[in-house]
């Protein structure tokens, strides 16, 4: 992710440069400005203040809460991201996708499957405890301890509170704010998560990956051609239209509508209003708060996201 204007929270994904203000993110070799927060992919710094992303191994300063994609270290401090085996650092809140241990302090991530501590608040991808303690994410078979908002990639329940997660068609519990990856239903009550083809229920703010409608109200997904419903905020992932409001998100190449906040993976025009995404070199709109997955500025204002190489304001 990587900024696009020239103010703070600016995300880019491509080469051309994002500004002049911190929070800009970068994936390329160019500089984003002259402040921090600002983010690389190559080895040279982005400026000389702390908070600057790196997508490279070069440390981006010295300073907590840098991201980093690859091997090196960020810095010192907690909050930092890594993708690679090398540690972050000696504090919370650091990621490994190796299977050793970032640190010794709670609130680590992993995509393996050794144990990133023993406090809450803790995220995994594989098939290790994570705790004990309520907030943990699972994928695979193995509970995640005895309590609330876990999350499991198999048959099993993980425990008897709500918010609990499974991918086979059993329920996981018998509460509300459930979340499943199986056909069957995992509850009755809203913000429900699903990846599959069943209905989550019937209120807003439920996800989906197949072509079947998961309500009937604003905040759903699907994968298809079909509508989710008729009011904003609803996301998509194909090429069909998704209404007529903003902050819609799309990943293909038909239009979500005619206001801002719209998100597009080709290089059609989403609009003729700010937050447009564009995967092309040639600008959305005229105002700013644009995405694009090209070298060229999408716009000069401030809090525009991109995922990728799309540009997201």
Do not use: K
Not at 16 to 38: K, L
Not at 132 to 141: D, I, K, L, M
């Amino acid at each position: 992710m990587t900024a696009d204007g020239a103010y703070p929270q600016r995300w880019r994904a491509n080469g051309g440069a994002d500004g002049a203000y911190p929070q800009r993110w970068r994936v390329s070799g160019v500089a984003a400005g002259a402040n921090h927060q600002r983010w690389r992919a190559n080895g040279a710094a982005a400026g000389a203040h702390p908070q600057r992303w790196r997508v490279s191994g070069a440390a981006a300063g010295a300073h907590p809460q840098r991201w980093r994609v690859n091997g090196a270290a960020a810095g010192a401090h907690p909050q930092r991201w890594r993708v690679s085996g090398a540690a972050a650092g000696a504090h919370p809140q650091r990621w490994r996708v190796n299977g050793s241990a970032a640190g010794a302090h709670p609130q680590r991530w992993r995509v393996n499957g050794t144990a990133a501590g023993s406090h809450p608040q803790r995220w995994r991808v594989n098939g290790g405890a994570d705790g004990a303690h309520p907030q943990r994410w699972r994928v695979s078979g193995v509970a995640a301890g005895a309590n609330h908002q876990r999350w499991r990639a198999n048959g099993a329940a993980a425990g008897a509170h709500p918010q609990r997660w499974r991918v086979s068609g059993a329920a996981a519990g018998a509460h509300p704010q459930r979340w499943r990856v199986s056909g069957a239903a995992a509850g009755a009550h809203p913000q429900r998560w699903r990846v599959s083809g069943a209905a989550a229920g019937a209120h807003p703010q439920r996800w989906r990956v197949n072509g079947s409608a998961a309500g009937a109200h604003p905040q759903r997904w699907r994968v298809n051609g079909t509508a989710a419903g008729s009011h904003p905020q609803r996301w998509r992932v194909n090429g069909g239209a998704d209404g007529a409001h903003p902050q819609r998100w799309r990943v293909s190449g038909v239009a979500a509508g005619a206001n801002h906040q719209r998100w597009r993976a080709n290089g059609a025009a989403a609009g003729a209003h700010p937050q447009r995404w564009r995967v092309s070199g040639a600008a959305a709109g005229a105002h700013p708060q644009r995405w694009r997955v090209s070298g060229a500025a999408a716009g000069a204002h401030p809090q525009r996201w991109r995922v990728n190489r799309v540009l997201l304001v």
